[in-house]
């Protein structure tokens, strides 16, 4: 049997719709922790008390200062090369449609210049009026590193702003969600740096799986769904997509 990459590349080189679903472990190689690995941000902070409406309710500054933090440490990061490979998939020609469906909040696959990317869980670089106030879009972008001041205000009604990401116990954005689902409908899927812990998100791999596309999971560690895909591939996913890249070219 072929070394995993090598099958991959083959099943690649063949495929018309390609579609990936990516993870924290994407943006490991860029510096930015992942939430549940050895140094995992779930580790040393609890869920509960910072990524909840109900957190933010209770100690909106708490909060403000978890992002702010994120924000920061994001805002000098630099996207590595499985970013930059998956962006050169999404605007090359290889495939007749490339999708990327992103968990990550980071930005960092927009960075790196993919195209169309769709945000799951929203994105650390836009907010929203806490308040929901009747002047105030649902969410618009904020690149502001720093604040300048803390916590940063709704410049429509004066209220909290919050962050515009997707908290435990909140619905994902729904125009996200129909493309994200639309995008299963491919040849190949590849389930890149996720634990595929937390729903809906991990229940994507078993459904585009359902609709017959070949599934290869990039990931140093076993996962909960390893086992239940057509591939996987026990690497970084930097240095996976780096030897599949180079198998596509040869
Ligand atoms: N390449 C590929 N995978 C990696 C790498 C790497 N270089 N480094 C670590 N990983 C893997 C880990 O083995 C782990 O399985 O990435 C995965 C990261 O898992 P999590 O930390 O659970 O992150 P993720 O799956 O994206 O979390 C899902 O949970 O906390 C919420 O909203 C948050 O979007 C997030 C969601």
């Known amino acids: 049997m072929s070394r995993p990459e090598v099958r991959l590349a083959e099943r690649l080189s063949r495929a018309r719709r390609v579609t990936a679903i990516t993870g924290a472990g994407v943006s490991a190689a860029s510096g930015i922790p992942t939430f549940r690995g050895a140094q995992g941000l779930w580790r040393s902070f609890r869920p509960e008390e910072?990524?909840?409406?109900?957190?933010?309710?209770?100690?909106?500054?708490?909060?403000?200062?978890?992002?702010?933090?994120?924000?920061?440490?994001?805002?000098?990061?630099?996207?590595?090369?499985?970013?930059?490979?998956?962006?050169?998939?999404?605007?090359?020609r290889r495939f007749e449609r490339f999708a990327l469906v992103t968990q990550n909040v980071d930005g960092l696959h927009e960075r790196a210049g993919t195209r169309g990317v769709i945000r799951f869980h929203g994105s650390l670089f836009e907010v929203g009026c806490w308040n929901a106030c009747r002047g105030s879009p649902r969410r618009w972008p904020d690149e502001r590193v720093p604040f300048p001041e803390m916590p940063p205000r709704c410049p429509h009604c004066g209220g909290l702003l919050r962050p515009g990401v997707v908290w435990f116990g909140e619905a994902i954005p729904p125009e996200a969600l129909s493309a994200s689902l639309d995008a299963l409908d491919c040849d190949v899927c590849l389930v890149v740096g996720t634990s595929s812990v937390v729903y809906p998100a991990a229940g994507l791999a078993a459904e585009v799986k359902r609709r017959g596309a070949f599934t290869v999971e990039v990931?140093?560690?076993?996962?909960?769904?390893?086992?239940?895909?057509?591939?996987?591939?026990?690497?970084?996913?930097?240095?996976?997509?780096?030897?599949?890249e180079r198998l596509l070219n040869v």
């Open 50 to 92: 910072l990524a909840t409406p109900e957190a933010f309710a209770r100690d909106p500054g708490t909060v403000w200062e978890w992002y702010a933090w994120r924000r920061e440490l994001v805002s000098r990061a630099r996207p590595n090369r499985a970013h930059e490979i998956l962006a050169g998939w999404s605007r090359s």
């Open 219 to 244: 990931n140093p560690e076993a996962t909960d769904v390893s086992a239940s895909l057509d591939l996987a591939i026990a690497a970084p996913a930097e240095v996976a997509l780096d030897e599949v």
